[in-house]
């Protein structure tokens, strides 16, 4: 997906309630990308996973910036 460098699935954390499945993730994406489309990528991100996985699938996606090597930001 445009934007998402690496998901952090080691931090991935899932659980299901009736036919409701809750889950809770990091992924890691460009430091550069402006807030708004940070959140807009969220959203895209939680609406393919509902597609893909065709089933009812509620997301806290937690955004965390690229971490590149050399830098110390």
Known sequence: ???VQTC???IF???R???MI????HVQCDPEMPLRE???L??????LLNERLETRISCVIH????????RSD
């Open 63 to 70: 955004p965390e910036a690229e971490r590149r090597s050399g």
């Open 8 to 10: 952090a699935l080691p």
């Open 1 to 3: 997906m445009t934007g």
């Open 42 to 47: 969220t959203h895209r991100l939680e609406a």
């Open 22 to 25: 809750y889950a809770d993730f």
């Open 17 to 19: 309630s009736g036919d």
């Open 38 to 40: 940070v959140h807009a």
């Open 13 to 15: 954390r899932s659980r």
